[in-house]
């Protein structure tokens, strides 16, 4: 997989999983 690309999943991820850890959390 191409760097730009793993790049832009991971940080997709990252957002999307600390969205929903803040979720759980409050």
Known sequence: M???I???T???F???G???L???IA
């Open 2 to 4: 191409p760097k730009s």
């Open 14 to 16: 990252e957002a999307s």
């Open 22 to 24: 803040e979720e759980m």
């Open 10 to 12: 991971v940080s997709a």
């Open 18 to 20: 600390t969205y929903n």
């Open 6 to 8: 793993q790049q832009t």
